[in-house]
C-alpha cells in the first residue's frame, strides 16, 4: 500500500462508477489513488494533507468530479484531483464532538447538482448547485446526537427517501429531507443506553431492501446486521457464522455484483455474502480496527 503511512487512518474508500479497478482512499494524512485495483497507489496533491478526510464520492455523470468529506466542512475538484476547492457547508463550530466531520457525501444521480452531505454531529445539509452553496435541513430530532449522521443512503427509485444512521437508530425521510421519522433497533441489553448504529447500504438493484450496522455501543463488544426487504417496513437481524466482536461498521457492494455484500465490524471482522444476506461466511483474515469498505469485482 506504499505510499500510504503503515501507521494513518484510511476512513473513507470509494470505487469510480466509470472504472472499477480505480479507487480513491481518504487518509488522515491525504487523498490517495489506485488505478489497478489497489496494488499500487499514488498520493493526490491537495489542500487535504493533515486533515481527516471522512467520506470521499465521485461523480457518476462527470468522473472527473470528486467530493471530500472532511473533519470539517469538504473540498472538491472538478478536474479529476488536479485542482481542489474549499467548500463551507456552514456547520456548527463546536459541536457536541468538537469539530464536525463529514461523514457522507452523495451526489444525487436525479440530478447531479443536487449533493447530499451528512455530519458527525450537525445533522443533514444539501446542494443544489453542485455544492457551491448550502442548506442545513430541518433537526431529525430534539436530541442533538440524533443528528449525529453516522450513514447516508438515497432512494432514487419511486417511492423516493434519504435513510439516515445515527445513535440512535435509523431515521427515513420521504419528502427530500423536510421531516424525518425514526426507527429504533432493540437494544442488546438491558443496560445499554439505546441501540447504536452506524453505516446503512441499500441492494445495487433492489432499494427496498436495506442493511444497516448495528450494536450496542461504539466500539461496543457485540453487533448486528440489520436488514429490511420491504423498505424499512419492517426488519430482521441476520444471522452470522461467528458473533460480532463490536458493532457492525460498514458495508459495500457493487453494481455488477449486488447480491455480493461485504461488511465489517469496528474490530476488524469481515463477513461476505454472495445472496444478498440470506448466508454469511466470515473471513479468516481479521484487522485490528475498520472504518470503511470498498467491493471491486474482477
Not at 472504472?19 to 496494488?39: P, Q
Not at 437508530?169 to 443506553?193: L, M, Q
Not at 452506524?198 to 436495506?210: C, E, F, H, Q, T
Amino acid at each position: 500500500r506504499h505510499p500510504i503511512p503503515s501507521e494513518c487512518n484510511v476512513r473513507a474508500l470509494t470505487v469510480y462508477p466509470d472504472n472499477s479497478h480505480r479507487i480513491l482512499a481518504g487518509s488522515d494524512v491525504g487523498l490517495y489513488r489506485s488505478d489497478n485495483a489497489g496494488e499500487t497507489w499514488e498520493k493526490l496533491e491537495s489542500p487535504m494533507d493533515g486533515i481527516q478526510v471522512w467520506s470521499v464520492t465521485v461523480d457518476a455523470t462527470d468522473p472527473d468530479t470528486i467530493f471530500v468529506g472532511t473533519r470539517p466542512d469538504a473540498f472538491r475538484s472538478r478536474d479529476g484531483g488536479r485542482t481542489w476547492k474549499a467548500l463551507s457547508l456552514g456547520v456548527t463550530i463546536p459541536c457536541p464532538v468538537g469539530i464536525p466531520r463529514t461523514t457522507n457525501m452523495i451526489v444525487d444521480p436525479r440530478d447531479h447538482r443536487t449533493i447530499w452531505a451528512g455530519i458527525e454531529v450537525d445533522g443533514v445539509y444539501k446542494s443544489v448547485d453542485g455544492g457551491d452553496t448550502w442548506r442545513h435541513l430541518p433537526a431529525l430530532g430534539p436530541d442533538p446526537f440524533q443528528g449525529d449522521i453516522h450513514g447516508l443512503a438515497l432512494r432514487v427509485s419511486p417511492p423516493s427517501a434519504i435513510y439516515a444512521t445515527t445513535p440512535f437508530g435509523i431515521a427515513t425521510s420521504t419528502d427530500e429531507g423536510e421531516s424525518w421519522k425514526y426507527h429504533h433497533f432493540p437494544k442488546f441489553h438491558e443496560s445499554d443506553n439505546r441501540s447504536y448504529c452506524r453505516g446503512v447500504m441499500l441492494k445495487a438493484d433492489d432499494p427496498n431492501v436495506i442493511f444497516v450496522g448495528n450494536g450496542d455501543a461504539i466500539p461496543g463488544v457485540t453487533g448486528a446486521i440489520q436488514r429490511s426487504t420491504d423498505g424499512g417496513q419492517s426488519w430482521e437481524a441476520l444471522q452470522l457464522p461467528v458473533e460480532p466482536n463490536s458493532v457492525m461498521y460498514w458495508f459495500a457492494t457493487h453494481p455488477s455484483r449486488p447480491h455480493v455484500i461485504a461488511a465489517a465490524s469496528l474490530y476488524g471482522y469481515v463477513y461476505v455474502s454472495t445472496d444478498a444476506g440470506e448466508t454469511w461466511r466470515k473471513l479468516r483474515k481479521e484487522f485490528g480496527e475498520i472504518r470503511t469498505l470498498a467491493l471491486m469485482p474482477h
